[in-house]
């Protein structure tokens, strides 16, 4: 069995069910997040406002990139970087620290969770054909 907490390769089914629900839930919030810190960054005339506004929009795109790809090896370390990249951006605004976070506390879970629920899973399986298999019908 993988990793709980995998860099690479491919997860299993519930991992890769989490953190797939993980990543499509913070590119939306990516998105919104970048378009409110775009237009405060505007109506104050900062320079940087379309570089928020870009870097926002990369995470999001990047999110879901990872999460259809996390049935190959690529995705999980994919995702990774979308964690690392989203608390990258607390550099150009100090507010993504929070989406970052919350973001990546709820990866982290996702992957670990995932890691248990597929042993769960395997166990029962394992059960249920040494039972099958084991009585006369």
Same mark, same amino acid.
């Given at each position: 069995?993988?990793?709980?907490?995998?860099?690479?390769?491919? !997860?299993?089914?519930?991992? @890769? @069910?989490?953190?797939?629900?993980?990543?499509?839930? *913070?590119?939306?919030?990516?998105?919104?997040?970048?378009?409110?810190?775009?237009?405060? &960054?505007?109506?104050?005339?900062?320079?940087?406002?379309?570089?928020?506004? $870009? $870097? $926002?929009?990369?995470?999001?795109?990047?999110?879901?990139?990872?999460?259809?790809?996390?049935?190959?090896?690529?995705?999980?370390?994919? $995702?990774?970087?979308?964690?690392?990249?989203?608390?990258?951006?607390?550099?150009? &605004? !100090?507010?993504?620290?929070?989406?970052?976070?919350?973001?990546?506390?709820?990866?982290?879970?996702?992957?670990? *969770?995932?890691?248990?629920?597929?042993?769960?899973?395997? @166990?029962?399986?394992?059960?249920?054909?040494?039972?099958?298999?084991?009585?006369?019908?």
């Amino acid at each position: 069995m993988a990793s709980a907490l995998p860099l690479v390769g491919v !997860p299993g089914a519930m991992q @890769r @069910r989490l953190a797939a629900i993980v990543l499509v839930g *913070q590119a939306p919030v990516m998105v919104f997040g970048a378009l409110a810190i775009w237009g405060l &960054a505007s109506s104050q005339g900062d320079e940087r406002a379309n570089l928020y506004l $870009g $870097g $926002g929009i990369a995470v999001s795109v990047l999110c879901v990139l990872a999460a259809g790809l996390l049935r190959r090896p690529i995705g999980v370390s994919l $995702g990774w970087m979308v964690q690392l990249a989203t608390i990258l951006l607390a550099l150009l &605004a !100090p507010v993504a620290i929070i989406v970052g976070v919350i973001f990546g506390g709820l990866w982290i879970t996702a992957l670990i *969770q995932g890691h248990k629920m597929d042993g769960l899973t395997a @166990r029962y399986a394992a059960s249920q054909q040494a039972s099958g298999s084991t009585s006369a019908h």
